[in-house]
């Protein structure tokens, strides 16, 4: 007897999509749902870099795939723009027909979590680095927490400190007087 097989979905991602071609869009949401049936995408498209800036304005996907050349301006320089006015919050994945090494690395050095050359996309390529970026994207933010953290912590130690010195400065004070005294006689 055969036993069908449904897969669960373990989990839900909105991804948002900024290319202007509407084939390429297609492509990669067929490609991420195709090679991962245990996630439940939503796709959320822009068709320019106006549009994914308004978009971003108010809502935060779990990653962003980002076109290269958009009809209003570079990605890389939308890219730039995002992390300098701290408006995203997920990875940024560059996605680009012009794939150099010039590219992915100014991608990388402007905040990209990956890139990849059209022509050496496949589903599999594109949701493991789906995955890849939004584990590392997490990691970044669990470690700049936690530097938060023991940066206020310093603080407080610091200001703790300075009220204990305080405290034995005004004890030094009174004991100097009777100290003084005695010496005095």
């Avoid at 897969?7 to 999509?17: A, G, T, V, Y």
């Avoid at 549009?51 to 050349?69: F, H, K, N, R, T």
């Avoid at 938060?148 to 405290?167: P, T």
Wanted: aromatic share 6%.
């Amino acid at each position: 007897m055969l036993q069908k097989h449904s897969f669960e979905k373990l989990r839900k991602l909105q991804i948002l999509i900024v290319d202007d071609n509407p084939g390429d869009r297609l492509l990669y949401q067929t490609m991420i749902t195709e090679s991962d049936p245990t996630t439940d995408y939503d796709f959320v498209i822009a068709d320019s870099a106006s549009v994914a800036m308004e978009w971003l304005g108010s809502c935060q996907p779990d990653c962003v795939l980002l076109d290269y050349i958009l009809p209003d301006r570079l990605g890389l320089d939308l890219l730039k723009d995002l992390a300098s006015q701290d408006l995203i919050k997920a990875p940024v994945i560059m996605l680009t027909g012009f794939g150099d090494e010039a590219t992915a690395v100014s991608a990388m050095q402007s905040g990209a979590h990956g890139y990849i050359p059209k022509r050496d996309l496949d589903g599999k390529k594109l949701t493991k680095t789906i995955d890849c970026a939004i584990k590392a994207h997490a990691e970044m933010r669990v470690l700049a927490d936690s530097q938060a953290e023991i940066h206020a912590r310093n603080k407080s130690l610091e200001l703790k400190y300075e009220q204990i010195e305080a405290f034995y400065q005004g004890v030094l004070g009174k004991l100097k007087g009777p100290v003084n005294a005695i010496k005095d006689i």
